[in-house]
């Protein structure tokens, strides 16, 4: 049969953070904000209109009852375009800002809805656990 190589490239940080992370507690922290997501495109005229940072943002598919980004009034339909600052453009932008570090505090999503910027604080919670 034909061989076939396959690589994957992880950064330092997170192989550093994971091993710390399993070390200390047995598992992985992340932050969790209750969302689903996915990957939209923002027309240019909005983009221009509302000075947004970049070409690309998260929708809200779902929205976790009681979870943290219920709890800060985000809703369906919502388009998350920036954390604290930094654009969000793909979900891996949204976990690289949700490390476990962040749990109980608070970060502010800059969200376009119904053509126009909103700004949420969230406070990031721990993912549930999940049953064995």
Known sequence: GLARE???AVPATTVARVTDDLLRQGHVSRGY????MQTVGLPEALRTRLGLPGEMGLI????QAGGPAE???LLLGD???ALDGAPVAELEDVQERL???RIGTTV???VIRAGARVEARITVGEPPRRRA
């Not at 904000?33 to 689903?36: C, D, E, H, Q």
């Open 99 to 101: 490390g476990g570090d």
């Open 108 to 110: 502010t999503a800059l």
């Open 79 to 81: 388009v998350l375009v």
């Open 71 to 73: 709890q800060a009034g």
């Open 33 to 36: 904000l209750g969302l689903g």
């Open 6 to 8: 396959s690589r994957l």
């Open 60 to 63: 809200v598919v779902t929205v």
